[in-house]
């Protein structure tokens, strides 16, 4: 070998050796939705706390991969003997991405904006019960409620939840300022977000140096991206039927999980004919939940019977009630009235649940008279049009938030249910603190709403990714709505 080839070889080492660490230190995920702004404290879109939860904003206590909630910003915490007082010991030193201290006025200010009449929280109804934010010092804030709630340190673990500066506040929709392991750095809208490491972050510093978030929202171009390599992973992967290709791939490892995403036909309980107990009956048995589950999710899916999570241990199996049987539903329909069925809308959002799902839940309803004109629609004109203008008939969504089963006691919820002995029972429920008399509430919720037909409900979301054979950390499970980076590496 020459002296020349042995030059141009350490100038090639030079030249790889550098790339392959900067690939060690960066990952690429692939997301099918783009969040609509940043701010997950004013927006019902999960897709705002999948790129931000935990990386870029952190709350008093956070959820980890198993679901159990932990420590977030605040150390330890003290609750009065008759549960409504919560005194938060903060942790020391930490500071918000642009330099500022994050302290109890923080926290005052993040828990008095959710609760305050104006609020654009999502889920303001969780922290409605809080009557006061007091700051003891700059390292304590105590929290008073005006009940007992046993799910407040649940509830301070929701993405809504995080705690943001006032002094950020204004541009916290297009650049957000938290205290995560991970600053923002860029949005290109219609692409890409992308974050970098945070070197003042107060505890582990992750191994990741970048993280980019792209957007595919095709399910054909998200299997060509994978695998193409194009991207390192892709997290809630929109096309199951591929899932075996990269199983028999070595270079790629599949993590199939649970998550808290009740998959649901949601109903408008205020528009006609739904104000009818009879033709919501109808529609549930209308409904072959396992022919949609193996059509549109080729065969990952769980059937539900009601809101909640088959894996949580007060879960009630109601599928029974509600079971495939069309010649019921033509006679529910008819003694109510539509003996020759009725119109109605079925707006579908982007994911492939809702557009895969859709056809085969229209075709289903076509079968007992019942015509569902589909609408497809994108993310943001489902959150303007259905969820805050409450302009449909049906559709589509999984709600992927922790435990939610009390959206069913806010009457202007989207769905529009309407039951003062459901609200009741909500909170008795929020004042209950023994585990077993809260799971007994929770059955009989449950029980209630699968009677009431309040909504279709189809199956459990399987948390399905697909990731590179080297990347280690990724949550195979989905406690609530994120791509968790803080503990995601690359094996040596």
Known sequence: MTPFSLTRIAVLACIIAPLTAQAQDSVTIGLQLEPPHLDPTS??????????????????????SDGSVVPGLAESWEVSSDGLVYTFALRDGVTFHDGTTMDAEDVKFTLDRARGEDSANAQKALYAGITDVTVIDPLTVQVTLGAPNGSMLFNLAWGDAVIVAPESIDDIKINPIGTGAFRFANWVQGDQIELVRNPDYWGD?????????KFISDPTAAFAAMMAEDIDAFSGFPAPENLPQFEADPRFQVLVGSTEGETILSTNNKAEPFTDLRVRQALAHAIDRQAIIDGAMFGYGTPIGTHFAPHNPAYVDLTDSSAYDPDKARALLAEAGYADGFETTLHLPPPSYARRGGEIIAAQLAAVGINAQIINVEWAQWLESVFRGKDFGLTIVSHTEPMDIGIYARPDYYFQYDNPEFQALMEELNTTTDPAKRDAL???????IAADAVNGYLFQLASLSVAKAGLQGLWANS?????????VSWAN
């Open 442 to 448: 929770l059955k009989q919720a449950q029980e209630t």
């Open 205 to 213: 510093a992750p191994a990741l140096e970048n993280a980019t978030f």
């Open 43 to 64: 927006a019902a879109a999960g897709a705002i706390d999948q790129v931000l939860y935990s990386n870029v904003f952190e709350g008093l206590t956070r959820f980890m």
């Open 479 to 487: 406690p609530t709505q994120a791509v968790d980076l803080t503990a």
